[in-house]
């Protein structure tokens, strides 16, 4: 243990001894367009957006508010709001809170998909309501003068504030609460210009600043990650907007919001080096840490618990090779550590940051873009361990896609933003019904029986669901001093500051993923020069994953062409640039090649050994026993031509897929395929495959 923490303090002053340059040249950097800065007009975007607005967003607050079914039948015992009534009141240690501890932290995250959402679309009706829930819970943490604000703690363990006293922070989420807090304030008073939410999250953040540190301060991290990535939200805001300051009653010090992350995230690892989680077991390890054993001074004066492999907590992150524990806990930390890298450049973080990514695509991620093998705590499986049943977490598909995003952000690599469309096309949609009021939790490749459910004991999913796709708009362009960038082929309108004055609109019209044809109309103001950059997909290139977990072959090349005429394409970086004088009405096309096509898996993936994968475009299909009364039997042949077409009367719309197979006796058969985010809307519980057979 001693080797341990001397390794652990040398890599604490490496990183400590990084300059805080505040931080990275500006030009350097790669700017998102704000979610409100796009206008979405798609044919396959649209109508969903308009579903997860209209009733997803109602669904799930009623369903925090309790009106759901439920084996007690009391909406009161099951209404998360009330929690911030009791608290408001002064209620504390009253033995009685509806749901999770982590709940607070859920309808933070709900609110942050919601003020997205209205960013894009006001509507009074909805923003009212976030805004009563806003009176709720300022009123609660003023109860407690330090702006502490945790409804479990409160009302079931007051004793406990952040874990500690014979607490236990895993289980109560004290600090992730707070981080999802500090994100919804920042995102609602982006959508909404009011300070309300934000003043109590800056109370909040202030509060952790002054509590959390090095010492005298306490040796605090999140169990849960996410507020690593939301604090630097809040700092860049400040520091963006130091007009702000002005309008919030509490202090701002947006430099302390960025040494807490800085603090969590270079603190991981040092600990006391107990309790050993993998050796002692949860329940042995639990009780250690409520004893508070981790207090006795041979640990030293700042000394707190080992999370483990399962929080990430194990080691320094600096030092860590591979992707693991909790899924969703892993993908929210590493988000976090790349976002920091956005902010001061340090090498470090994002050679940290790229190794997990490139370990979790390369090795340890599910064709469709899912992540999180094993049930048991949620977690990554070793590398090539890609079972058809697997875990995936639609909250752990959310954060790889955040992951990759960030990741986009800060290297300008299109290889992240593959990812990114992989992960959304598939793994995040197939979290929610096409009614918009059913979720997943778990999305295994092929089930015997996998219904959505209304509502869950543990509801994590469609928070994070939320967060996003209503997200979506602002992944679609990005820019660069005189670059453009196209990342998303979503029918829509932005306007984009190229170099110091130039202002150019781009209109984007597709019907993508049913179609590959991408036109993009370039206007700027006046005739100027600067270079657009669109994104051509790995799987187009014959590269369906930058390190050949997964391969295909056999799609014609793609074209580009500008104004009619087709131009020769070098794709850098995932990017074919065009670099040009441009005027007004200049037009891209670009055309991708949407064919069905094979995709196999890696030779040390021996799950997935002779199996094999129907995929068109971004889209992974399955076969769905609703179409396949014999899916058990059916055995693809591959010498068939594979039939695609758009089938408007099908689940809303979609590309259908169609090809010969065989069954157990070689009776040749029709087999019809669809997207696989769209399993499990026709007949609850209906079996289905993505990784299937071929028929030898």
């Known amino acids: 243990m001693k080797l341990y923490s001397i390794v652990s303090l040398i890599v604490l002053i490496t990183v400590a001894g990084c300059t805080n340059s505040d931080h990275r040249n500006k030009d350097e950097v790669i700017r998102f367009q704000e979610v ?23 669904d799930v607050l009623d369903k925090f508010e309790g009106k759901h079914h439920h084996d007690s039948g009391v909406q009161e015992e099951n209404d998360a ?31 942050r998909g919601v003020s997205d959402f209205l960013s894009q679309s006001p509507d009074k009706e909805l923003e009212q309501r976030i805004d009563a829930y806003i009176d709720r819970i300022e009123a609660a943490q003023q109860s407690d003068p330090t702006g502490y604000l945790e409804t479990y703690t409160q009302l079931m363990e007051p004793g406990h504030p952040w874990g500690e006293h014979g607490g236990f922070l895993r289980w109560q989420h004290d600090v992730y609460n707070a981080g999802m807090l500090v994100e919804a304030g920042v995102h609602y008073y982006k959508a909404t210009g ?29 169990s849960h990650s996410g507020p690593e990535e939301a604090l630097v939200k809040l700092y860049e805001l400040y520091r963006d907007h130091p007009e702000l300051k002005k309008e919030i009653n509490v202090p701002v010090n947006e430099d302390a919001y960025y040494e ?42 700042h000394s707190r618990p080992s999370w483990g492999d399962y929080a990430q907590d194990s080691i320094s992150v600096f030092e860590q090779k591979t992707i693991e524990g ?77 992951f990759s995003q960030r990741m986009n952000e800060l290297t300008g690599d299109g290889k992240y933003m ?25 999305n295994p490749l092929n089930a015997d029986n996998h219904s959505r459910w209304e509502w869950h004991d543990c509801p994590c999913c469609p928070p994070m669901f939320m967060k996003m796709v209503s997200a979506l708009s602002g992944y679609i ?22 170099g110091k004055n130039s202002v150019v609109k781009l209109k984007q019209e597709t019907r993508y993923p049913w179609d590959g044809r991408v036109l993009l109309t370039v206007d700027p103001e006046q005739e100027s020069q600067f270079t657009v950059k669109l994104r051509v997909p790995g799987w187009a290139q014959g590269v369906e994953n930058p390190y050949g977990l997964y391969y295909s072959e056999g799609l014609p090349p793609v074209q580009l062409k500008v104004n009619g005429d087709i131009v020769e394409m070098k794709p850098d970086n995932g990017y074919a640039g065009i670099n040009r004088v441009w005027k007004k009405g200049d037009q891209i096309e670009l055309l991708l090649p949407l064919q069905p096509r094979i995709v196999r898996a890696h030779k040390q993936v021996a799950d997935l050994n002779e ?80 990784w299937l057979p071929p028929y030898k």
């Open 326 to 402: 909790h899924a969703v806990r892993a993908t929210l930390l590493a988000t976090g550590i790349a976002a920091m890298a956005i902010q001061n450049g340090e090498k470090l973080y994002a050679e940290t940051a790229g190794n997990l990514w490139s370990n979790m695509v390369g090795k340890r991620m599910f064709i469709t873009g899912g992540v999180g093998a094993i049930h048991h705590d949620e977690k990554f499986g070793p590398d090539y361990f890609l079972p058809t049943d697997a875990y995936l977490e639609t909250c752990a598909a959310v954060g790889a896609g955040f």
């Open 260 to 301: 807490l992350v800085k603090f969590w995230i270079e603190n991981r690892g040092n600990n006391c080096g107990y309790p050993l989680w993998l050796a002692w077991g949860n329940q042995e390890s639990e009780k250690w840490i409520k004893e508070e054993k981790y207090l006795d001074s041979k640990f030293g004066p």
């Open 611 to 690: 199996k094999l994968v129907i995929a068109s475009g971004p889209l992974v299909y399955c076969l769905e026993q609703f179409d396949n009364s014999n899916l058990e039997q059916l055995k693809l042949d591959l010498h068939s031509h594979l039939e695609i077409e758009y089938q408007k009367e099908t689940l809303g719309g979609v590309n259908v897929v169609r090809g010969k197979a065989f069954d157990d006796s070689s009776n040749e058969l029709v087999f019809t395929a669809i997207p696989y985010f769209a399993v499990g809307n026709r007949q609850p519980g209906c079996s289905y495959k993505v």
């Open 194 to 222: 009011k300070t309300k939410l934000l003043e109590v999250s800056t109370r909040f953040a202030n509060y952790m600043c002054d509590y959390m540190g090095s010492q005298p301060k306490k040796n605090l991290v999140p």
């Open 418 to 442: 593959d990812e990114l469309e992989r992960v959304l096309y598939n793994g995040v949609l197939t979290g929610i019904s096409l009614s918009g009021d059913h979720y997943t939790y778990q």
């Open 477 to 498: 362009y990005a820019h660069r001093q005189d670059t453009v960038y196209v990342n998303l082929f979503i029918g829509s309108d932005t306007q984009v500051k190229i």
């Open 36 to 58: 409100s800065q796009v206008v979405i007009n798609d044919s396959f975007w649209s109508p969903k957006m308009e579903v997860w607005r209209s009733v997803t967003a109602h």
């Open 81 to 111: 709001f009330r929690n911030f009534d009791l608290v408001a009141r002064g209620e504390r240690g009253i033995g009685r809170h509806a749901g999770f501890p982590w709940f607070d932290g859920l309808i933070y995250e709900t609110i």
